[in-house]
């Protein structure tokens, strides 16, 4: 039995499909809410669903587990609450870490490129307490990830037991189906694709800097099923541990984007530029991209899903279809 966390979010619930379609067993950790976050799972015959509060218990009494892959999180970039957050991606990953070291049990679980702040300190995953401590988040959501990372670095430094598999995987700017219940912070492709199928012009922000054009500002646009290929890789692959980037490797910008969008719905293009919002300021990342050395290394050799591509399928094979969802 494979024990996803935040298995009915958005890559949790592309991580639960995939599992699903190889006839694994899965308990999903989650809350489901008021809204249609349940029909991210609608499709999937998971083993379970149990909410996070009581996986304390079900670890007690639970039978073997083959592997737990943490995706859950509070993951809003605007969030002010930072007892919440720390309990949700510090405390708790960090109960789970202890759990399946000591039951032996692998253990993957989903860190951000936030951790990486602005970009100045670059964006390579090298996983020392010395690499990471020159990182400088830019909000609540980055800080966690980020103190996860490093409690996990000098628990490893100072020689603590691990579990026998164990990856941090510091997902870029990632876009795909059944994103939808994220609102404000869902990706930009969803987005703009609201826009446009509501008739309007695509919005993207002004640039604040004077040598980057509107649109112009850049990030790793990284496909979900590419960041589901390589936790898979990953657990076909027990003797891999480490802390990866998982990006497309290339960094492109919104405007490539967004006529990528138009293209794939057969539009001619319609964009305008907009003023960012103020709790934006100060906390943006004009570029992003995910040096994938570390990976490659590793022995992950899949080739990552070109924009253009990777746009085209989620349009064409779910956002313009009467059931959007996996």
Known sequence: MYLVTGGAGFIGSNLVAALCARGEEVMVVDRLGTGDKWRNLAKHPIAG?????????????????TAVLHMGA??????RDGDLVAATNFTLPLWLWGACAEREVPFLYASSAATYGDGSAGFEDEFTPEALAQLRPLNLYGWSKHAF??????LLE???????????????????????????????????????????????FRSG??????????????????????MLWLLDNPQVSGLFNVGSGRA?????????LFAALGQPERIEFIDMPADLLGKYQYFTEAPLDRLRAAGFNAQTTPLEEGVRRYVQDFLATEDPYR
């Not at 509070?74 to 969030?79: A, F, G, L, Q, R």
């Not at 492109?252 to 990528?260: C, K």
């Open 49 to 65: 669903l149990l909410p996070p509060e009581e996986i304390e218990d079900f670890w007690s009494a639970a039978p073997p587990v």
């Open 74 to 79: 509070i993951s809003e970039t605007t969030v």
């Open 149 to 154: 990372d490093r409690r996990v670095a000098q």
């Open 158 to 204: 100072r020689g603590a037991a691990p579990p026998p598999q164990w990856a941090g995987l510091k997902f870029f700017n990632v876009y795909g189906p059944n994103e939808y219940h994220k609102g404000r912070m869902a990706s930009v492709a969803w987005h703009k694709f609201q826009q446009i199928r509501r008739g309007e012009a695509a919005t993207l």
């Open 209 to 230: 800097r004077p040598d980057i054009v509107d649109g112009a500002q850049m990030r790793d646009f990284v496909h979900v099923d590419d960041c589901v290929a390589v």
């Open 252 to 260: 492109r910008s919104f405007l490539d984007l967004t006529r990528a």
